[in-house]
């Protein structure tokens, strides 16, 4: 536990610095870093990494595109993708069965997986009232897990999934949403009052649904690759984080709510609403 808890304050103490920079192309590397770590644990843990064939092209896209996503048109992003898919069909062709239609499947669905998921979080930031919102990515996924963890320690009596992470309770998946729920109003209150952008107007409504959401896609995600592990017979991703594990085992949660936040918002803005703020 102690371990545990210094590993999140010193991650947090260095992570957070790089939040003020979320407009500049410190922010770009550092996420664009953070997804190649991720895809690399990924890929070792199915057993794909040692196929350099297709993980070394997989480990460039998922850096490339969030590296840089600002800079180059969404045709070219789409260019990099299809050259990268085309470069695993035909990978198998000419590899006399050792790169099997199974192991192309699972490296393109670990890399577009990882490379969409921390892309979002770019697109986030680059949207009208994106520098307060795309804290929210990070505020529901990281207040699920932590409440989740604490209800269920205090108050957990019915296991919510055992087969596939034994430790989860249905009243720790309730506390998380819940206090995911009630954070969201709370930053909604706190950023629209005491910070630069008084002037925004939140909605209160939206922000209290959209923590009901996220907190669910939350636990979600992190069942998913609880799920992946088991499938693999694996403790952990990485261990780049003591106590922790890997990239993915820390942000297992933030890679599936920032896409849901990314649509949730341009969905708003398709509508022409205001969404979370006006």
């Not at 843990?45 to 840089?68: A, D, H, W």
């Not at 192991?103 to 990882?114: E, G, K, N, P, Q």
């Not at 819940?178 to 910070?195: E, H, W």
């Not at 088991?230 to 949660?253: E, L, Q």
Request: aromatic content about 16%; overall charge neutral.
């Amino acid at each position: 536990m102690i371990t545990r808890i210094l590993t999140g304050v010193i991650a947090l103490a260095v992570f957070a610095p790089i939040l003020f920079f979320s407009h500049t192309f410190v922010f770009d590397f550092s996420i664009a870093l953070i997804s190649l770590v991720g895809i690399f644990e990924l890929l070792r843990c199915v057993n794909i990494m040692q196929k350099y064939i297709i993980s070394v092209p997989s480990l460039f896209v998922g850096f490339i595109i969030p590296l840089l996503y600002r800079y180059i048109s969404s045709e070219v992003i789409l260019l990099i993708v299809i050259i990268y898919l085309f470069w695993l069909l035909y990978s198998s062709v000419f590899s006399r069965k050792e790169y099997t239609t199974a192991a192309i499947s699972l490296a393109f669905f670990c890399t577009v997986y990882v490379t969409i998921a921390f892309t979002s979080i770019l697109v986030v930031r680059d949207l009208p009232h994106g520098d307060i919102i795309y804290l929210m990515i990070f505020l529901g996924a990281w207040i699920t897990d932590t409440f989740a963890y604490f209800t269920g320690k205090l108050f957990g009596k019915h296991k919510l999934i055992p087969t596939v992470s034994p430790k989860k309770t249905i009243e720790g998946t309730i506390g998380g949403i819940f206090f995911c729920s009630l954070s969201f109003i709370i930053y909604g209150y706190i950023t629209a009052n005491f910070f630069e952008k008084s002037s925004s107007e939140p909605n209160y409504v939206l922000l209290a649904v959209a923590g009901i959401v996220v907190s669910v896609v939350a636990q979600l995600g992190d069942l998913t690759a609880s799920a992946i592990k088991r499938n693999y017979d694996a403790d952990d991703f990485g261990t780049i984080f003591p106590g922790h594990g890997g990239v993915i085992d820390r942000f297992d949660s933030v890679m599936a709510v920032a896409p849901v936040i990314m649509l949730i918002v341009s969905l708003f803005l398709q509508s022409q609403n205001y969404g979370f703020f006006r």
